[in-house]
């Protein structure tokens, strides 16, 4: 994997107001470069922080610690798809919503 280049583009998600979310607007200037041209490292946006892999791993981590504890006391193996179902549920309920009503 390549370093992180020190210049990195500020994420225009950030500062997205409700509309530019909804339709994504924010990616149009990723977009008509991508249109252009062949994207490159310098042409993507820095990663949110609430998307970063050290935030979604601890997050994980929780979910695996109580499932765990949860197989200890009912005497079973724990489950990791249990713990990801737990973990990410409402995001993917949500997705799955709106695909459903498109």
Do not use: H
Request: neutral net charge; glycine residues 4%; charged residues 30%.
């Amino acid at each position: 994997m390549r370093p992180v280049s020190p210049e990195e583009k500020p994420n225009p998600l950030q500062d997205a107001n409700f509309c530019s979310r909804l339709f994504s607007w924010w990616l149009n200037p990723l977009f008509k470069i991508g249109y252009e041209r062949k994207l490159k490292q310098d042409d993507l946006y820095s990663v949110l922080p609430e998307d970063r892999s050290q935030r979604l791993g601890e997050e994980l981590q929780g979910y695996w610690d109580r499932e765990i504890l949860r197989a200890q006391k009912d005497a079973r193996e724990p489950s990791l798809m249990k713990t990801i179902v737990k973990c990410y549920w409402k995001l993917y309920f949500a997705l799955g919503l709106l695909i459903f009503l498109e």
